[in-house]
């Protein structure tokens, strides 16, 4: 469960005010606004890429605030999709896993699973920049 | 028209070409000279207008009144140069990343106006710099001393690399800081496993107007040094053009600029490693 205590955050181009809500687990929920309402904001404020001036963010019953963005078993897909482009594909999608403590082969195995999943099976050597507009 | 502008760059850049090269061209010749082949006027090609001597190139590898004795002053300038680049370079460039990443505010002071301090450093007329520096060493007895002039190399270095470091990073996006963060990367973390590998060529650029401005300075090697340490541009400007023969002096010049134009060669392939190409799709 993820629940969030009037939240507020400083950025001087979109700033949050007052924000409370709670989302149950298991279920999916969708936050709609207008351009520049402050969704992506939000969610940035959740990641720890935010600092907030007022407030609270709790998972599961602990407060993550004042945890650093690797501590809060978050995530964040981006609208553009982000690449390490000094890493080949497997590479990219073993990166976390690495950071999560797996070694080296067993990170590049379940990568290469993966890719494989997803038809990538042909591309792992390669670099993001040598894939075409929809292999990313 | 295409044809002639065609023509036209070509016989420009070839002419641009002759004017950069044939200076070294011809020290290059006047470096195998002798004194017969040097007053028997303009001449370059070897064994056919004039024969080749080694004199000048032996000379500089001789002590005594015969000889010039490079290799000290070589080795000083390159320990100097080296050392204060190094620093210079790893300094600056956590410095950059510090200023392009996050926000710093005293009072009026912004993240801007401590870039424009240090690059402001370099603005300064050297001359202004040269009796606090002197001053300085002197307190610290570091005056006429390697260490001395790497300290006083890295002050002046370190504007250069910050001022380079700052421009790149500001170019590489934000989002992939990020995204190394929220895989798993501690801000540091994110430095050294994915910005710092997708910056060669700004290290590169940094790394390179370090050695040449360490490297070719003369005025801090001269008015800081006296006889310990002595580097290669006060080394030749020492010598006396009546006294040392003009083709060991080619030879001397030569040889003070072979080893930046062997590092522009060695680096110039990383200098298109590491583009963004990718990062953002």
Redesign the interface.
């Known amino acids: 469960m993820l629940q969030v205590d009037q939240l507020t955050t400083a950025d001087p181009k979109v700033s949050l005010q007052d924000i409370s809500f709670q989302f149950d687990a298991g279920n999916i929920y969708t936050i709609l606004g207008r351009t520049g309402a402050g969704k992506t904001e939000l969610l940035r404020a959740l990641m720890g890429l935010n600092q907030l001036v007022e407030g609270d963010i709790q998972l599961d019953g602990q407060s993550i605030a004042k945890r650093p963005v690797k501590d809060r078993s978050m995530s964040l897909v981006y609208q553009q999709f982000i690449n390490y482009p000094h890493l080949s594909v497997l590479d990219n999608v073993a990166f976390p896993l690495r950071r999560q403590g797996k070694r080296k082969a067993e990170a590049q195995l379940l990568a290469a699973k993966m890719l494989m999943t997803v038809g990538l099976g042909d591309f792992l050597q390669r670099r993001p920049a040598q894939l075409s507009g929809g292999q990313p | 028209m295409n044809k002639f502008y065609h023509i036209l760059k070509t016989l420009f850049l070839f002419g641009w070409s002759l004017f950069v090269v044939f200076p070294f061209l011809w020290a290059l010749t006047t470096s195998f000279k002798d004194a017969n082949a040097i007053t028997s006027g303009a001449t370059y090609i070897p064994w056919v207008d004039y024969e080749p001597s080694t004199q000048g190139w032996t000379s500089l590898f001789t002590t005594g009144s015969q000889g010039i004795n490079i290799v000290g002053p070589f080795i000083d300038s390159a320990a100097v140069t080296l050392i204060a680049s190094l620093v210079s370079l790893a300094l600056g460039t956590l410095a950059a990343y510090g200023l392009s990443r996050f926000e710093y505010r005293l009072g009026f002071v912004k993240n801007a106006d401590i870039t424009f301090f240090f690059i402001s450093q370099r603005i300064m007329p050297p001359i202004v710099l040269a009796i606090p520096f002197f001053l300085m060493l002197k307190e610290l007895g570091a005056l006429d001393t390697i260490f001395g002039l790497v300290l006083v190399y890295v002050a002046l270095l370190l504007p250069i690399a910050v001022w380079v470091m700052t421009d790149f990073f500001a170019g590489i996006?934000k989002?992939?800081d990020?995204?190394?963060?929220?895989?798993?990367?501690?801000p540091i973390?994110a430095f050294f496993r994915?910005i710092l590998?997708?910056s060669v060529p700004g290290l590169v650029v940094a790394g390179m107007f370090c050695l040449i401005f360490g490297w070719n300075d003369f005025f801090f090697a001269f008015t800081l040094t006296f006889t310990e340490t002595q580097l290669l541009p006060v080394s030749i400007v020492s010598l006396n053009s009546s006294v040392t023969p003009w083709w060991s002096l080619s030879a001397f010049a030569l040889i003070s600029v072979a080893p930046l134009a062997c590092v522009a060669v060695i680096v110039e392939r990383y200098m298109s490693r590491?583009?963004?190409?990718?990062?953002?799709?």
């Open positions: 996006p989002e992939l990020e995204m190394a963060m929220t895989d798993g990367c501690s973390g994915v590998p997708n590491g583009t963004m190409s990718g990062a953002i799709r």
